[in-house]
T-cell receptor, first 115, second 120 residues
Framework: AQTVTQSQPEMSVQEAETVTLSCTYD???????LFWYKQPPSRQMILVIR??????QNATENRFSVNFQKAAKSFSLKISDSQLGDAAMYFC????????????FGQGTRLTINP | NAGVTQTPKFQVLKTGQSMTLQCAQD?????MYWYRQDPGMGLRLIYY???????DKGEVPNGYNVSRLNKREFSLRLESAAPSQTSVYFC???????????????????FGAGSRLTVL
């Protein structure tokens, strides 16, 4: 079974600085997707960024980028120029491609932005 | 576009009571999912429906039943609520059904706003 591990329950960063959230996963599949979701206090799950396993190039979305290391099964999220609105729970997730594409989530990292 | 709509947003039950969480999506998605979120455990899959007419168990199906009423709607039922079912429940949907190719541009889940359920 696939598992996703986020080893940092909480992180904090000064506004305008850069922070990296860690994620590792375990799978025997070769084709899959990885995601980072953000959950602000409103509880809504918001997609931040996704990475296709078959792509070597790391995904980027404005201030958000990932460091995808397929051999190491590592998928970290870097947030540059942190803003107060980035404060949230961040979940790393893995999606199986065979079967019904269920998302498997990590435990989450609570990110605090210090003004 | 409303996206994924869940009702109710909050509910308090007594042990042994039954209730149904409703979920509807207006994006013409094939697949729908029910997750529960508990502190320190991320989101765990309860049941999913890969396409209309099919349902399958996820990681934590015990104590729940589901119905894929039509392509739009996927309900979650607690027949006899227990305190261990106190949680926040999320419904989600995705465009691509089963099977799916690696190069598909979809494979993104859209979530509802969540339903907080307390069982006393």
């Amino acid at each position: 079974a696939q598992t996703v591990t986020q080893s940092q329950p909480e992180m904090s960063v000064q506004e305008a600085e850069t922070v990296t959230l860690s994620c590792t996963y375990d799978t025997s599949e070769s084709d899959y997707y990885l995601f980072w979701y953000k959950q602000p206090p409103s509880r809504q799950m918001i997609l931040v960024i996704r990475q296709e396993a078959y792509k070597q190039q790391n995904a980027t979305e404005n201030r958000f980028s990932v460091n995808f290391q397929k051999a190491a099964k590592s998928f970290s999220l870097k947030i540059s120029d942190s803003q107060l609105g980035d404060a949230a729970m961040y979940f790393c997730a893995y999606r199986v491609l065979q079967g019904a594409q269920k998302l498997v989530f990590g435990q989450g990292t609570r990110l605090t932005i210090n003004p | 576009n409303a996206g994924v709509t869940q009702t109710p947003k909050f509910q308090v039950l007594k042990t042994g009571q039954s209730m149904t969480l409703q979920c509807a999506q207006d994006m013409n998605h094939n697949s729908m999912y029910w997750y529960r979120q508990d502190p320190g455990m991320g989101l765990r899959l309860i049941y999913y429906s890969a396409s209309e007419g099919t349902t399958d168990k996820g990681e934590v199906p015990n104590g729940y039943n589901v119905s894929r009423l039509n392509k739009r709607e996927f309900s979650l039922r607690l027949e006899s609520a227990a305190p261990s079912q106190t949680s926040v429940y999320f419904c989600a949907s995705s465009e691509v059904g089963y099977p799916v190719s690696v190069s598909s541009g979809a494979n993104v889940l859209t979530f509802g706003a969540g339903s907080r359920l307390t069982v006393l």
